[in-house]
Structure formats: structure tokens, C-alpha cells
């Protein structure tokens, strides 16, 4: 048993389980029975493009993507899913994420039927399949919304315990805050991209060595932060905090997310106001929205605080949150580097983490961001903050793992790496998984390093 599993309850009070999670249901589309990411059980959300063609919404199944622009001209959607349908066609989902969580509901129950081996339109969907489906790799992924806001958090103390100690020293390297509140910096919306766009090395301010005057120059210690991305949805009103109990309603779904680090840059320009162009120069997202209806099955009670600190607030405590509000969710990170693609080698993993690491549940994260008075929007974009574990692999970040850069990370090609160099791919994957339901995954989160 995985130790970082092991001990969960599975609660799924919070999301109720329905017939898209039966893990029987088959679908017609062949590649998505028994697919690692996305089987029928999963049905993420995203805008693509086909190689001749505008941008439109579209559902992942299997080695496929399910036109909704498409299927909403065939007519296949009426009743409660038909203005889900129309707004998830889209060349951008934020009309989609406005919608309250029972018209998501819609939506799905009616592509899950519309999918499934024994649905009663089979044999008339089957036959537009020439319309319907595309083969993803002849299809380019874009942003599944246009986000207006991007805020990054540090929810894990593991992640703020191994940085702080580089960043901070003391006897307690975790800030004296992070018990209290879930920390947060507003990060650049602009620069945020879909998987497979290269990352630029940024160029910076950094000071080689202490009471030295800073230099300018390339980026010498990039750095990769496996996060999970959190879509907002319905919003708020400006002043109108959102009350903890009702804050996972305001949230769509997830995704996977780097939040590429520029160490040395960050490190000399964060005092006293925090991160700034050593954040703001890329952040990388994997493309598909997977609905908080389908990871239902992966609710998880939030791991219990350490004896002694604090209980949270009372605008950041909700019961039914803790008995749900956590994700089982595992995370890793690999990297591709220039030699190990010579040599014909898999990319190397140095990552592995669960989500139930994190402090804060991502309810806990909307309560307090809305708690004085700032208002969220449909498409706005959260970061869980470096999930990172307690165990050897644990660390999310190469900071982390190479300890500041005093520990070289020995790959199978013989390089070593502290930190990131120019040619270098990270590649994130997470899968869901529990004994009696179909897992599922999120897809790709891939940046590969230029000068």
C-alpha cells in the first residue's frame, strides 16, 4: 500500500457519486476504454483547434476529442444540458464556468450517455462520428479560458519547512502566517500557457554572493513547482466574501501547473513585496479542465492538523470541508534532458507527491482569498502552491531536491542537475486511483527550456 495513500477514507458526501462513475460503463470511442487519462469516467473540458479550423470547446475521450461545436449543430443536446452544451462549444469556456455546478451536472450525465457502448443514441451518434471526433494528436490545445486573474499559493508545509530553511534559516524555517492563513502572491495572468509552448530562460537582476551589488543577466537557477491548478467558476460580488461552507461550489475543476521559479532573481527581489519577474515570466498548464464531477470519487477527509498548531479561524472552518475537501491525487514530475534523449532514454522521474500534502483545502484557498471583499470571476486560475511530500521524492521543486544546489541529482545518462539548463523538458503528470472506480488522469504538462 502506498504510504502516502494508505490511510485516507474516501468521503464523497461533497460531490455524489452517479452513473458516469460506474466503472462498467464502456464507451463506443474504443480508445477510451481502459485509457490512463481519459476514459468515459473522466470527460474533461478544453478548447481546441482540428488542423483545419477555428478554436472550439471539446471533451477528451480516449485518443479523441468530441467536437461540442459540432455536436451542438446535430442537435444531440436538449432540456437541462442544452445551455451547458451551447456555452461549452465556445472558443472559450468562461461563459461554461459561470453556470451553476447542476448545469456542469447536465452536461455530463448527457455526453456520458452520449458516449457509453449501451447509450440509447449510440447508433445515431456513432454515425457522426466523422463529425464528432477528431484524433488528438492531429489537434492543437489551446487555454480553456480566457483568465483574467492569477493567484499562486503556498499551502504546503513540507514545500515552506525545505524553502525556508535555504530562504529563511531559524529554528522554525516555516513562516510564523502559515498555520493561520493560506498564503498567496498575485501572479501575471498574461504570461500563463498551455502545455507544449517553449519557456524562455528570463534574463534578471541576481546577486552571485551576499553584500555583493547585483548583476543582470540569464536566469542561473530555473526551477520547476508542481502545482494543481484550480479553476474558478461563479464569482462574486466586489465586498461580498464567499462563506466557506459554499466555497466549493465556486470551483470548476482542475489542472496540472508549473510554476517555472527563477531562484537566484526571486531570492534578490522579494523583499519586502515578494515575487515578482522570478514568477511572472512563464506559467504552464495542462490544458483540460477535470471537473470537480468527475474526481468526486477522489474526495478525501483533510489529513489532521500536527498537535499543537493552531485551528483555523472560524471563516476558514467548515466540517463538511474537512470530512471532503482533500484530493487523492498523485503527482510527478519528470525531466527530459538533451542526453538522455540521445541515449534513447525515458524521461527520468525525480518527483512524487499526493495532493493531500497540501495544508489548506482549496475551499479553505477561495474563503480566504474573497475574505476581504475581493472578487473572483469566471476563469480565474489558482495555484495549489509546490505540492511537496515528506518522503525522499516528495519535494516538488529542484530547490528541494538538490537542497539549494549544494546536491547534484544524478540522471541516468550520466548528467547531473541543481537546477534546469537550456534543452531541459519537465513533464507533469497525476492520476487519480481508488479500488472499485476507473482512474483517470489530467494529461500532459510539458515546458522545455530555451536560451
Same mark, same amino acid.
Given at each position: 500500500?502506498?504510504?502516502?495513500?494508505?490511510?485516507?477514507?474516501?468521503?464523497?458526501?461533497?460531490?455524489?457519486?452517479?452513473?458516469?462513475?460506474?466503472?462498467?460503463?464502456?464507451?463506443?470511442?474504443?480508445?477510451?476504454?481502459?485509457?490512463?487519462?481519459?476514459?468515459?469516467?473522466?470527460?474533461?473540458?478544453?478548447?481546441?483547434?482540428?488542423?483545419?479550423?477555428?478554436?472550439?470547446?471539446?471533451?477528451?475521450?480516449?485518443?479523441?476529442?468530441?467536437?461540442?461545436?459540432?455536436?451542438?449543430?446535430?442537435?444531440?443536446?436538449?432540456?437541462?444540458?442544452?445551455?451547458?452544451?451551447?456555452?461549452?462549444?465556445?472558443?472559450?469556456?468562461?461563459?461554461?464556468?459561470?453556470?451553476?455546478?447542476?448545469?456542469?451536472?447536465?452536461?455530463?450525465?448527457?455526453?456520458?450517455?452520449?458516449?457509453?457502448?449501451?447509450?440509447?443514441?449510440?447508433?445515431?451518434?456513432?454515425?457522426?462520428?466523422?463529425?464528432?471526433?477528431?484524433?488528438?494528436?492531429?489537434?492543437?490545445?489551446?487555454?480553456?479560458?480566457?483568465?483574467?486573474?492569477?493567484?499562486?499559493?503556498?499551502?504546503?508545509?513540507?514545500?515552506?519547512?525545505?524553502?525556508?530553511?535555504?530562504?529563511?534559516?531559524?529554528?522554525?524555517?516555516?513562516?510564523?502566517?502559515?498555520?493561520?492563513?493560506?498564503?498567496?502572491?498575485? !501572479?501575471?495572468?498574461?504570461?500563463?500557457?498551455?502545455?507544449?509552448?517553449?519557456?524562455?530562460?528570463?534574463?534578471?537582476?541576481?546577486?552571485?554572493?551576499?553584500?555583493?551589488?547585483?548583476?543582470? !543577466?540569464?536566469?542561473?537557477?530555473?526551477?520547476?513547482?508542481?502545482?494543481?491548478?484550480?479553476?474558478?467558476?461563479?464569482?462574486?460580488?466586489?465586498?461580498?466574501? *464567499?462563506?466557506?461552507?459554499?466555497?466549493?461550489?465556486?470551483?470548476?475543476?482542475?489542472?496540472?501547473?508549473?510554476?517555472?521559479?527563477?531562484?537566484?532573481?526571486?531570492?534578490?527581489?522579494?523583499?519586502?513585496?515578494?515575487?515578482?519577474? !522570478?514568477?511572472? %515570466?512563464?506559467?504552464?498548464?495542462?490544458?483540460? *479542465?477535470?471537473?470537480?464531477?468527475?474526481?468526486?470519487?477522489?474526495?478525501?477527509?483533510?489529513?489532521?492538523?500536527?498537535?499543537?498548531?493552531?485551528?483555523?479561524?472560524?471563516?476558514?472552518?467548515?466540517?463538511?470541508?474537512?470530512?471532503?475537501?482533500?484530493?487523492?491525487?498523485?503527482?510527478?514530475?519528470?525531466?527530459?534532458?538533451?542526453?538522455?534523449?540521445?541515449?534513447?532514454?525515458?524521461?527520468?522521474?525525480?518527483?512524487?507527491?499526493?495532493?493531500?500534502?497540501?495544508?489548506?483545502?482549496?475551499?479553505?484557498?477561495?474563503?480566504?482569498?474573497?475574505?476581504?471583499?475581493?472578487?473572483?470571476?469566471?476563469?480565474?486560475? %489558482? !495555484?495549489?502552491?509546490?505540492?511537496?511530500?515528506?518522503?525522499?521524492?516528495?519535494?516538488?521543486?529542484?530547490?528541494?531536491?538538490?537542497?539549494?544546489?549544494?546536491?547534484?541529482?544524478?540522471?541516468?545518462?550520466?548528467?547531473?542537475?541543481?537546477?534546469?539548463?537550456?534543452?531541459?523538458?519537465?513533464?507533469?503528470?497525476?492520476?487519480?486511483?481508488?479500488?472499485?472506480?476507473?482512474?483517470?488522469?489530467?494529461?500532459?504538462?510539458?515546458?522545455?527550456?530555451?536560451?
Amino acid at each position: 500500500m502506498d504510504p502516502r495513500r494508505g490511510h485516507f477514507r474516501i468521503v464523497t458526501k461533497m460531490n455524489p457519486i452517479d452513473r458516469t462513475h460506474d466503472p462498467k460503463r464502456r464507451s463506443w470511442v474504443e480508445s477510451a476504454n481502459g485509457h490512463a487519462e481519459f476514459p468515459i469516467q473522466n470527460l474533461p473540458l478544453g478548447v481546441f483547434s482540428p488542423r483545419e479550423g477555428k478554436n472550439r470547446g471539446g471533451v477528451a475521450i480516449g485518443d479523441a476529442i468530441f467536437d461540442m461545436a459540432a455536436a451542438v449543430r446535430a442537435g444531440l443536446f436538449t432540456g437541462a444540458a442544452r445551455k451547458p452544451a451551447l456555452m461549452a462549444a465556445d472558443q472559450t469556456l468562461n461563459r461554461l464556468m459561470a453556470l451553476p455546478p447542476s448545469a456542469r451536472l447536465a452536461l455530463r450525465q448527457r455526453l456520458s450517455d452520449l458516449l457509453s457502448a449501451d447509450g440509447a443514441d449510440r447508433s445515431a451518434v456513432e454515425s457522426l462520428k466523422g463529425e464528432l471526433l477528431h484524433p488528438a494528436a492531429d489537434c492543437t490545445l489551446h487555454l480553456p479560458a480566457q483568465i483574467g486573474d492569477y493567484t499562486d499559493f503556498l499551502t504546503s508545509i513540507h514545500h515552506a519547512a525545505n524553502t525556508g530553511r535555504f530562504f529563511r534559516g531559524g529554528q522554525d524555517p516555516v513562516p510564523a502566517n502559515f498555520r493561520h492563513l493560506p498564503i498567496a502572491y498575485h !501572479g501575471r495572468a498574461s504570461s500563463v500557457r498551455a502545455s507544449g509552448e517553449a519557456v524562455r530562460r528570463p534574463h534578471g537582476q541576481h546577486q552571485s554572493r551576499p553584500g555583493e551589488p547585483p548583476t543582470f !543577466g540569464p536566469c542561473e537557477r530555473l526551477d520547476y513547482e508542481y502545482e494543481l491548478g484550480v479553476w474558478i467558476g461563479n464569482g462574486n460580488a466586489l465586498g461580498e466574501p *464567499i462563506a466557506i461552507a459554499e466555497a466549493g461550489a465556486h470551483i470548476v475543476g482542475h489542472c496540472l501547473l508549473n510554476d517555472w521559479s527563477a531562484r537566484d532573481i526571486q531570492r534578490w527581489e522579494s523583499q519586502p513585496l515578494g515575487p515578482f519577474l !522570478g514568477k511572472s %515570466f512563464s506559467t504552464t498548464i495542462s490544458p483540460w *479542465i477535470v471537473t470537480v464531477e468527475a474526481l468526486a470519487p477522489f474526495r478525501v477527509p483533510q489529513p489532521p492538523r500536527s498537535p499543537g498548531d493552531p485551528h483555523p479561524l472560524p471563516y476558514l472552518w467548515d466540517e463538511e470541508d474537512q470530512k471532503g475537501g482533500a484530493l487523492d491525487c498523485t503527482l510527478e514530475a519528470f525531466l527530459l534532458t538533451p542526453g538522455l534523449a540521445a541515449k534513447g532514454l525515458p524521461p527520468q522521474r525525480l518527483s512524487r507527491a499526493n495532493a493531500t500534502d497540501l495544508y489548506w483545502t482549496f475551499a479553505q484557498m477561495v474563503a480566504h482569498h474573497t475574505s476581504g471583499g475581493c472578487n473572483l470571476n469566471p476563469g480565474d486560475l %489558482f !495555484g495549489s502552491g509546490t505540492i511537496s511530500g515528506a518522503l525522499a521524492d516528495g519535494p516538488g521543486a529542484l530547490l528541494e531536491l538538490s537542497e539549494n544546489g549544494q546536491r547534484p541529482i544524478e540522471l541516468a545518462s550520466g548528467e547531473t542537475r541543481t537546477f534546469l539548463e537550456d534543452g531541459d523538458e519537465v513533464i507533469f503528470h497525476a492520476h487519480c486511483h481508488r479500488e472499485g472506480f476507473a482512474s483517470i488522469g489530467f494529461g500532459e504538462c510539458r515546458g522545455r527550456i530555451t536560451a
